[in-house]
Structure formats: structure tokens, C-alpha cells
């Protein structure tokens, strides 16, 4: 089982390769700046901060170290998933964690406007949300569940082919 700064040097040494590979064939490529910045960075979230091991996080796990003191937050994630079950599949593994996240973040919100509203505060910025384009959407997507795939992948947990396969008859 290789540790946490083993994944990191794997999915790093994968990003400067690829890098590489674009700096070479850049011109016939034309990746427009913001796709590869949304890839680069969610690619970079999902080694360093959301990662499989997070299943782990009651114990000190290097991705839960990095969240600071708002590393408790992925305890109850532990709780919820075993090591090495569902979270450490390659579709609903990575999707898990960025539901547990946003549900944190709903909460967490959720609370912050309740505490505003009891002491009488007013929200000093009035939050507007557009979303991003879609092909940043899912560059974004894409890196980080390439990321995740590396992580199993490193962890010698192959995608199953057998079974995607017997679905589409």
C-alpha cells in the first residue's frame, strides 16, 4: 500500500508528464487557459486535500492534516465509509466525497445565516452566483476524478470492465 506522500510524487509526477506532453504539442492541442487552470487545480484538490484516504480521517491522514483545524470535518466521513469500500470505487468514490462536502458546506452555511440572523446582522455582500461554462465544469469534473483514479489505481484497485460491460447488454 503505498502512503500518502507516494500517491502525491505518482499524481504529480502524472501532472508534470502531461504537462510536459501539453507544452510540446500546445499549438495543435489549444487548450483554452481557463479549461486548463479548472483541470490543473481540481486535478491539484484531489491529491492534495480530497482523496480516497479520507476514510481514514479519524486518524491523522495527510489530506485531513491539511484541512487545519477544519480537519475535523472529515471525521464523520470516516464514520460513514469503510477504508478501501465505496469510497474507494471509481465512480461513486470520488461522487461521495464531493456530496459529504457540499452537505458540510450546506450545514456549515446554513448556521452561518442562522447566527447572522440572531444577532441581528446584515450579510455585508449580497452573494450572486453564475455559473462557470460548462467545458470548465467539466474540466474540473475530469481532474479531479483523475486524480482519484490514479489514487486507486496506485492502490492496485483496477476499474471493473466485466461489469460495465454486462450492464450495456
Known amino acids: 500500500m503505498p502512503s ?7 499524481n504529480l509526477s502524472v501532472l508534470g508528464l502531461a504537462a510536459g506532453v501539453y507544452w510540446l504539442y500546445r499549438e495543435t492541442l489549444a487548450i483554452p487557459e481557463p479549461i486548463a487552470v479548472a483541470f490543473v487545480g481540481s486535478y491539484l484538490v484531489g491529491t492534495f486535500l480530497i ?20 480537519g475535523w470535518l472529515w471525521v464523520p466521513y470516516g464514520w460513514l465509509f469503510t477504508h478501501r469500500g465505496l469510497s474507494h470505487t471509481w465512480l461513486v468514490g470520488p461522487l461521495t466525497r464531493l456530496l459529504y462536502l457540499g452537505g458540510v458546506g450546506l450545514v456549515l452555511g446554513w448556521l452561518g445565516l442562522v447566527l447572522v440572523r440572531y444577532l441581528g446582522l446584515h450579510p ?43 450492464r450495456r447488454r
Open 4 to 10: 500518502g506522500r507516494v500517491h502525491e510524487a505518482i
Open 124 to 166: 455585508v455582500l449580497e452573494a450572486r452566483f453564475s455559473p462557470p461554462p460548462p467545458e470548465v465544469v467539466w474540466a474540473l469534473v475530469l481532474g479531479y476524478y483523475v486524480s482519484q483514479w490514479l489514487h486507486l489505481l496506485a492502490d492496485g484497485i483496477w476499474p471493473d470492465v466485466r461489469s460495465l460491460r454486462s
Open 51 to 70: 482523496t480516497p484516504d479520507l476514510d481514514l480521517a479519524e486518524r491523522q491522514v495527510r489530506s485531513k492534516r491539511r484541512w487545519g483545524w477544519l
